[in-house]
């Protein structure tokens, strides 16, 4: 029998310590109310974070090529999660 799990992957944000206008972006990854944040290595204007879309607001190529990071990492952490819960 195959067990269920919670599973949650969401981006947030954190403003830099010595520049209050940029914020560095993480991806927050949850099992079964277990939490654990790494950062994508990405800095941006903490006034162009969309918090519920998850995403950075803009046109512009730096805004879109972040944007194109956050969904092929979210991907990739899905293909992960589905890869380990198949091979229990």
């Known amino acids: ?3 269920r799990h919670s599973f949650a ?3 947030i944000i954190r403003k830099c310590k010595g520049d209050k206008m940029k914020a560095m972006i993480f991806a927050r990854i949850t099992v079964d109310d277990s939490s654990k944040e790494i950062s994508i290595k990405e800095k941006i204007d903490y006034a162009d974070w969309h ?5 950075v607001k803009g046109k512009n190529q730096v805004a879109q090529g972040i944007n194109k990071a956050i969904d092929d990492i979210r991907f990739r952490i899905k293909v992960k ?3 380990l819960e198949n091979a229990c």
């Open 51 to 55: 918090n519920k879309r998850e995403i």
């Open 1 to 3: 029998m195959r067990s």
């Open 9 to 11: 992957t969401d981006f």
């Open 81 to 83: 999660y589905r890869m």
